[in-house]
């Protein structure tokens, strides 16, 4: 017997290969919870450890945005007025292209601010 984690829209199917007495308890467990919002509650519990643990199994690139990520972003986009392409917030290769597109912009700016101040001291 299979625990397997399916996605009919993504043609995603994939054997966790769970050992047979956790597929046994896991059964023990659903034919406890014989109503309807118990198995939500216990899909939500389920759904809070297992969603971390496979993001972090993706390659790097495909990961979301680190918090710092975010913030700088966020940083970037409120000097520069601009709004942050839902993407960005989805993978860090989209929020990296985003940073280094932007932040140049920034580091741009700062620059000719500080050599116009320079200028302006000679």
Do not use: C
């Amino acid at each position: 017997m299979a625990l397997l984690l399916i996605d009919p829209d993504y043609d995603l199917l994939l054997d966790l290969g769970a050992p047979a007495g956790v597929l046994e308890s896991l059964h023990e467990q659903w034919l406890r919870l014989a109503h309807n919002p118990e198995r939500e509650e216990f899909a939500a519990r389920v759904a809070a450890r297992l969603l971390p643990v496979l993001s972090d199994s993706l390659d790097w690139d495909l990961k979301p945005p680190t918090s710092a990520q975010i913030s700088y972003a966020v940083s970037i986009a409120r000097k520069l007025n601009l709004e942050i392409p839902a993407k960005v917030l989805q993978r860090r290769s989209d929020m990296g292209m985003f940073l280094d597109a932007n932040a140049d912009l920034i580091l741009g700016t700062k620059r000719t601010r500080r050599g116009l101040r320079s200028s302006k001291r000679a």
